[in-house]
């Protein structure tokens, strides 16, 4: 409320004195009452004109609803009285205002009517509003005694201020401590902090969060990216002053990378490996994940995934040999960091068979594990839902084991809910859960697809859902080609898909089912998707590249796809993600091995090399990259909710 000018009252005259600061009669403690002003009693009875009678109480107008100050653009009062049916009434700025005389009263106003006062054409300032009101049996109040209060408009924020360069502390992880100079003197000030990514502002931040004191100390578990601060002050009344500087300081935190995927010359040596990586640059350690038993054997698709404090859960399938002599697969759970992994048998059930089924993960904002895989017993199949520290399995499906599950892909979201989408006898489905029960199942609609194939599923901001996948289409020769599909949904249930097929990712040959041809998908802090696929052409046959693009929230690119020029007979496997500041981190397969790309957006994209700290003793290139995620990406309302 800074440089409102306000006043003291004369007793004897409607004269004013203005100074600077505050009211003298102390108004910023109240909030309520309106204060009398001179000529007016707003409490007692009024006395008429001399040699006049007295005047009745009825003819007395009472006012209520002004605040001490106000910055909004219409007050609404409450005029009334004992016996009041009428008023009149005027307002004005307080040096020029008078209201003993009747010159700029209003005509009369019907008592159950309230006083609108306009403020949008009224410059800061103090202001007087001045009533009167007349009796059923038609008694005015005498002008010489009006109701009148008055009150000030203030739309000016407090005083102008800069954000210091951010600090690192060591105490804090190397977490900064972001301070800005606040006026001292200045009282009832609060602020806002806004920490940007690299495709909002100071208007669409990543996070946001309400400050008391003009510093503010980041956690030592804030997440890795490149931010932008912004701080705005505010005075009680809601003015705003934006700091002279928002937008110009920055900061930096090294983001945490984890992947899994298997290597080996053959499927039966095929071995589950660990990998991560700390920052922008530098090389990856990679980690063997030994299996829990005596010759298993990893098979299927392994899937991870890395919690805010570093943590990597992994839920795969193993085939080991039964006393009978004959293979069986179990579901198996593992979680640690670095080397030291604790496992844990995730399913009591054993299925007869060496193919692995595929398995999906998810951990939800309280840390819980959610897992959901296929379980295959005689001529029918389960979607079996595995939850919580225990691993409580419940079924969320039977089918016949001929309709065939092909896929599987969980997500939670920022409010614990769970997002499953899978694919049975080539048709997309859909459900969600609130971590123990789920909703009904609901067949997306894609009629253009004569079959769909692998699906994976994203969650972001306000409730948003998405699910790419691979469309088939395919003539009764088997003719065809092989689009990528993407359907969208925002909050609520059930959920109403809008879906869009479009990029080519084969066009002499429908879709192949093979985990290198999935892709990746990721919301940004901004709701658009980021995408990542694997395609070929006729200029490169037999050879596939990598491309990846953002879609707008209409899901239609925002540029052209950026191709990443790998053209190898074995890429594949992208998986995309991207931190708490938007940036993308992108994972794939060449010929030559495995390839990281990192940057603001896709055109920025550069690719390289993957350089690996060290080697573990499993021959032969890595045959699958089975997953991709990015450690310490909570979102921003379980950030503010945890007070940071």
Known sequence: MAGIRCISFCTASLSFTLVSG???SGCLGRRHQPRQAPGGDIHSHSERSPGTRETPPGAKALLDGLPDFSNAARLTLNIHGPDLITYRYKYGHADTTNCQDTLGYSAGVPALQPLVIDQTGLADGIYIVCVVGVSSDG?????????TAVWGIDRHGPAAFTINAPQATTAFGGAPHISWHGDPNESDVSYELALAGVRGDCRTPAFRLKVKTPEFQLPARFPGGKFTVCVTAFDKLGNATPAGNNGQITFERPVSLGIVYARGESPEGRMLVLANRTGTSGKWQQTLVPLPRQGARMSGRAALAVTNDGEARLAYQATLISELGLPETALEFA???GSNLTHQEASAVKQPGSSGAQVALAVDGKGKTHIVHIVRQGATAQL??????????TTIETDDVSQ????????????????????????????????????????????DCTSIELATIATGPKGRRAIAFLCSRADQQGKGDCRLGVAAAGPGSPASWREVVAQTIDASAPCLPFNSNRPSLSFDSQGQIDLAYRYTSADHAGKWDIAAVTLDQNLAPKETPKALADWSDAGGFPHIALDASDRIQLVYLTGEGLRFAYGDKPEALHPESMSFANDISVKGSPLTVDDLTVAGFPGPSSLVEAGL
Do not use: F, K, M
């Not at 109040?141 to 109701?147: D, N």
């Not at 092909?406 to 997002?419: E, R, V, Y």
């Not at 080539?426 to 969600?432: C, D, K, V």
């Open 335 to 337: 979680r640690g960091t």
């Open 404 to 447: 065939g599950y092909q896929d599987l892909a969980l997500a939670s979201d920022a409010g614990d809910n769970l997002h499953l989408a899978y694919v049975r006898a080539g048709q997309l489905l859909y459900r969600s859960g609130d971590g123990s029960t789920w909703s009904a199942a609901q067949s997306l609609n894609t009629p």
């Open 139 to 147: 008694v005015w109040q005498p002008i010489q005694t009006p109701t």
């Open 384 to 393: 079996v839902h595995v939850r919580g520290d225990n691993l409580t399995a």
């Open 22 to 24: 505050v009211l003298t």
